[in-house]
């Protein structure tokens, strides 16, 4: 018996063994490939992700004293451009530099990102003020108190699928900046995230979508639920703070969301298809490092119980959902849920492409974006 267990003992040593050894040659090998995608300010600009010195900036201020940054370009039909979960404006350098010539571009830089900054509301829904300071970190710290005292409010939202508060602070944001930069007419061209928005805006703001949009692309995302569980939204409640403090934490200590080299290069590399040029990766990785760990810790509860599946059916405007074949965060089995409910609705699969087709397929998606577009101004 004690020679059988010796055997046994040492058989689970060499598959330990070489268990340990295939993860450091993993590992190795892996960190190679990052190391190997190095690349330049040049080589960024060569894939043409710099945008033009002649856009116009906008500072549109907010209901809680909130600031959104607008960049602007071009005259004609309005593209009013809706970015993802920690990106900003400049991911849409592509349809600024195809579309310019025909369409009055306006992108957003969304609460906490790129160059616009959170007021009272924090990332809570409008009216969950917090009654911190005004300036410095002593605001900062107000805005994410009041996010996630908004959590309260959250469960019930996702439990009646009317969106989520972050999201619907979100969505008046940019009902002031179409209304601040007079903007009629427009398609509104939502991203991850930004989809979300477009959604929330539809539910939240008839009179202004009624008003002002004549119609919405729905890009890379979901009227949600991500989980499709009876009960998420209450488990949702008291696991979506852990990681949001987790993030606060790490900026207070002065460290990063993504400290690691090779998990900041992974969490960009997964948005996209398999063809990606390193360039655009390291494109979106820089805007990933670029957000504050505020505004993640901000909106991660908002984003984990959004829902608005259940208000699909009264959205107006027709709609253009766009998703990639190969996108592993909103796939397109979301994307196929979302046009089916939807009443006017046309639904468009990018094979091979990713979470990303404004980089992966500009020239592609451009001319969507022109055609749809085209089409909504002759209604």
Not at 61 to 80: C, F, M, Q, R
Not at 292 to 309: I, Q
């Amino acid at each position: 018996m004690s020679g059988r267990s010796s055997s046994r003992r040492r058989f689970a040593g060499i598959v330990a063994l070489g268990l340990g050894a295939a993860g450091a040659v993993g590992w190795v090998l892996q960190h190679r490939n990052v190391s190997r995608a190095e690349v330049s300010d040049e080589d960024i600009a060569s894939e043409g992700l710099v945008l033009p010195d002649d856009v116009v900036h906008h500072l549109v201020v907010t209901d809680d004293g909130g600031e959104v940054h607008v960049i602007e370009k071009g005259v004609g039909s309005p593209l009013v451009l809706l970015h993802g979960f920690m990106l900003d404006s400049t991911i849409w350098v592509n349809q600024f530099r195809d579309l310019a010539d025909s369409h009055r571009l306006i992108a957003v830089d969304l609460r906490g990102h790129g160059k616009s900054l959170p007021g009272t509301d924090g990332f809570g829904a409008p009216g969950s003020r917090f009654t911190g300071g005004s300036e410095g970190a002593e605001r900062a710290e107000g805005a994410v108190a009041a996010s996630l005292k908004a959590l309260t409010e959250a469960v019930p939202m996702a439990e009646a699928a009317v969106g989520a508060p972050a999201v619907r602070r979100l969505a008046a944001d940019v009902a002031a900046v179409l209304e601040t930069l007079d903007v009629s007419q427009a398609v509104l061209v939502g991203h991850s995230m930004g989809g979300m928005v477009a959604l929330q805006l539809a539910e939240d703001f008839p009179a202004v979508v009624e008003a002002r949009v004549s119609g919405i692309v729905l890009t890379s995302t979901t009227a949600g639920p991500f989980v499709q569980l009876p009960g998420w939204a209450g488990v949702a409640r008291v696991v979506a703070p852990v990681p949001a403090r987790a993030a606060l934490l790490v900026e207070r200590l002065g460290g990063r969301v993504l400290p690691s080299r090779d998990l900041r290069y992974w969490a960009s590399r997964i948005g996209f298809g398999g063809d990606a040029p390193t360039a655009q990766v390291r494109f979106v990785e820089s805007l990933l490092m670029a957000t504050p760990s505020r505004t993640v810790a901000g909106l991660l509860a908002s984003l984990t119980v959004f829902d608005l599946s259940a208000g699909l059916a009264d959205v107006e405007p027709p709609v253009l959902v766009v998703v990639g074949s190969h996108d592993h965060l909103t796939p397109p089995r979301m994307a196929r849920r979302m046009a089916a409910a939807l009443p006017h609705a046309q639904l468009v699969e990018l094979a091979r492409c990713g979470h990303m087709p404004m980089i992966e397929r500009p020239h592609e998606y451009s001319h969507m974006l022109d055609e749809f577009s085209d089409k909504t101004e002759r209604r």
